[in-house]
């Protein structure tokens, strides 16, 4: 016999060693820092949970948003919105609090943590239900709200460029699971960024599955070629980025540059003069190579343009991104 024991009912029962991650740590007072929504309450982090019957835990089923806070301001607020509620109606949830509401929640959020420059994270689970998949047991949606600090790649990358590589993976195809949806369910994006951890890379270039370059695990791609920027289009099967849109209809337009949407395949990415990466989360970072391999080996390693690191129209449309966030008018809408 095993040493290994059934736990009984916790409730009212003191702790009994049983094996297993021991994730319930008795916390400390830092972790206590950001104080979350949950549920129509601010709990400080160590207290902020869901139940194990929820179905964003158990399925991956709800949506979520990633927002940046610059000076205190909510970075395109407004498109988030639409976002997040265009995405919980495509997977038939009614998100219980009204747009306002769920800005409100996060001003409060925002406020409660002093937070000037840093990252939201809006989740809206289908809530608390039953073992099952049916999504009509569970009642009310959860909505959570974590406003925190983030750091997402060092300094220098931003400078000298990142690698990635290529994925094997193919994106996951729109008539299977839209990936203008942000939902919960991200497996092939995480899948495809293991591909890169194996690699050493931070990213993947994510192809779908006629070929077409579509983006990578967590953010949109460009190219510059020639002077003009180009961007995969919606229906390649991509988030149809916050930061993509600012980038193709404010950064462009101010930097007199032409930016087009286009289908292309990876041969056309590889000879372009420049690359770059945008999301919430990455703003915009040039790629200076792109890797290849085949399942075990990197096969090939391309050097991005005739420039080491950050190409010249990147870094301007980045000076222009930058000056844009930390100026007075962050732009909400
Ligand atoms: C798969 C994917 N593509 C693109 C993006 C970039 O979108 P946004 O600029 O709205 O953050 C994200 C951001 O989370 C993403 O997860």
């Known amino acids: 016999m095993g040493t290994s024991t059934i736990a009984p009912n916790a409730v009212g029962n003191t702790a009994v060693a049983l094996p297993g991650p021991a994730v319930f740590h008795v916390p400390s007072a830092q972790e206590e820092r950001p104080f979350i929504y949950v549920n129509g309450q ?35 607020s407004k498109q988030h919105m639409d976002r997040l509620y265009k995405c919980a109606e495509a997977i038939r949830m009614q998100i219980p609090i009204s747009k306002d509401e769920m800005v409100a929640v996060q001003r409060r959020c925002i406020e409660m943590n002093n937070l000037a420059d840093g990252y939201i994270r809006l989740v809206v689970s289908r809530g608390y239900g039953t073992l099952g998949l049916d999504p009509r047991k569970c009642p009310v949606p959860g909505v959570i709200c974590i406003a925190d600090e983030i750091h997402l790649f060092p300094k220098e990358m931003y400078e000298n ?3 990635v590589v ?34 050493g890379c931070h990213e993947v270039v994510m192809l779908n599955t ?4 579509t983006e990578g695990s967590g953010d949109n791609i460009f190219m510059i070629k020639d002077g003009v920027v180009y961007t995969t289009p919606s229906d390649a099967g991509i988030l149809e980025g916050i930061t993509r849109e ?11 540059l032409k930016c087009i949407e286009k289908n292309f395949k990876l041969d056309e990415l ?35 343009g005739k420039v080491k690191g950050e190409g010249p129209l990147t870094k301007k449309l980045r000076a222009k991104f930058r000056e844009i966030v930390t100026s007075d008018n962050v732009p909400e809408e």
Do not use: W
């Open 166 to 199: 290529v994925a094997n993976r193919p994106k996951t195809p729109i008539p299977c699971l839209d990936p203008r949806i942000k939902s919960l369910n991200y497996l092939n994006n995480i899948l495809a960024k293991c591909e890169a951890i194996d690699f």
């Open 42 to 76: 601010m709990l400080p982090k160590n207290k902020a949970m869901v139940s194990v019957y929820d179905h964003g835990l158990l399925y991956g089923d709800g949506v979520f948003e990633g927002i940046r806070v610059y000076r205190g301001r909510i970075f395109k």
């Open 161 to 163: 460029g990142m690698r």
């Open 270 to 304: 590889l000879k372009a003069d420049e690359v770059f990466l945008t999301g919430s989360a990455a703003e915009i970072i040039a790629v200076s190579q792109i890797d290849q391999h085949d399942g075990k080996v990197i096969t090939t390693a391309n050097h991005i």
């Open 210 to 213: 006629d070929g077409d370059v």
């Open 246 to 256: 600012f980038v193709q209809k404010t950064l462009c337009p101010a930097l007199g």
